[in-house]
Every structure is written in C-alpha cells, then in structure tokens.
Antibody
C-alpha cells in the first residue's frame, strides 16, 4: 500500500527557512519522479517542484526558483524540500506526490500525501 | 507556460444529474491532460489521465474526452460522494499547471 507522509511544516518568520520531508513506502521509490505541490487555504493547487527518479532532472515553479531546493534520498525513500527566504505568500499546505509512471518525465501524480502546513508570518 | 481556463468555477447539481466540466488550454496539449477530484480536507485524487483514460478503481460514471485545446470531464448520474472540487492539469512539460478548479455543490 502506497503511503506518503509529509512532515516539517510549522510557523516561520519572513526570511526564515524550513525543511519539509516526505517519507514514502509501498512502492519502488527510486523508480519514480516526485513532486511538491502546494495549496493556499481555500484556494487552488500550485505545482512547486519536481525531481526525477535518478535526480538528473529538477524543475521549479518561477515563484520559488532560487529559494527552494528539492532533493531525495533513495536509500531512505524520502523526498525533501529545503525552503529559504520564505515569504508570507509561501503560506500553504504542502503536498508531496508520486509520478503515475516509472522513469517518466512529465506525468500526472497518482498518490499524494496528506500535506504539511507552512505558515510564514511575523 | 500553458494556461488552463476551467469552467464553470462553481456548479450546482443534484444527485442523479449528468455534470460536465470544461478545460481549455492556451495552446495544444494533444491528449496530455489529467483530471483530479479533491474533497475538503483531503489530498487530490487522480481520476483520469491522457484525457480519457480512467485510473484503476475510479467509478465508470466518470469519463473524460477531448484533445488539442478543449477537454471535458463528465460525471454521469452524480452521486453524493462526487460533491467535491475538480481540477484539470496539462502535462506536456514544466512548469506544470492546474486549472482554477470547479466546485460541484448541491
């Protein structure tokens, strides 16, 4: 049974940093690309970042480029999001999500975690 | 970046209704479109990919159609469990985007 469990969210001041983690189980983690997607309370979905299964391809939304870094530890089956220079507009529920296909480049996400809430406020 | 225009933003319907949601892409995306359902307090759930392929386990009352720039999600015989928000997502490349969402309510 596929499981994705995010952690690391919390309240942080503007300009601060946070590291999110996504622990996974139930699938061959090192064969799937992984994503971070965020959702502002009561609003729509915003894709944040993608990291390919082999870490050769990494993409970011313009809104986070240069501030956020996606990474993974295939031995720990865990995905990370390092968030620096946080802004109030980064306040959101952050989901990690798994690619539908193995070894793919741009595909939908078939499993999502329940999210971890990041609040950027002074 | 590909922009998606999803309509309507809110849809009022009753149990048993046939419901149609539309997404229009700013440029052709062939059939590279997915549909998600999201219920309050829950993560999105993939329903359809490649415009019309139903994900395993998704009820057959859900169907998708379209190609190029215009796509449709249809729910036949709306069930109480279907009241939710639906999002379309093109996936031709990065950055990925989502439609604005359609809330299906009673």
């Amino acid at each position: 049974q596929v499981q994705l469990v995010e952690s690391g969210g919390g309240v942080v001041q503007p300009g601060g940093s946070l590291i999110l983690s996504c622990a996974t189980s139930g699938f061959t983690f090192n064969s799937y690309g992984m994503h971070w997607v965020r959702q502002t309370p009561g609003k729509g979905l915003e894709w944040v970042a993608f990291l390919s299964y082999d870490e050769t391809n990494k993409y970011y939304a313009d809104s986070v480029k240069g501030r956020f870094t996606i990474s993974r530890d295939n031995s720990k089956k865990t995905l990370y999001l390092q968030m620096n220079s946080l802004r109030p507009e980064d306040t959101a529920l952050y989901y990690c999500a798994k690619d539908l296909y193995t070894n793919a480049w741009a595909v939908p996400c078939d499993y999502w975690g329940q999210g971890t809430l990041v609040t950027v406020s002074s | 970046d590909i922009q998606m225009t999803q309509s309507p933003s809110t849809l009022s319907a009753s149990v048993g209704d046939r419901v149609t949601i539309t997404c229009r892409a700013s440029q052709s995306i062939s059939s590279w479109l997915a549909w998600y359902q999201q219920k309050p307090g829950k993560a999105p759930n993939l329903l359809i990919y490649k415009a019309s392929s139903l994900k395993s386990g998704v009820p057959s009352r859900f169907s998708g159609s379209g190609s190029g720039t215009e796509f449709t999600l249809t729910i036949n015989s709306l069930q109480p469990d279907d009241f939710a928000t639906y999002y379309c997502q093109p996936y031709t490349g990065y950055p990925l985007t989502f439609g604005q969402g359609t809330k299906v309510e009673i």
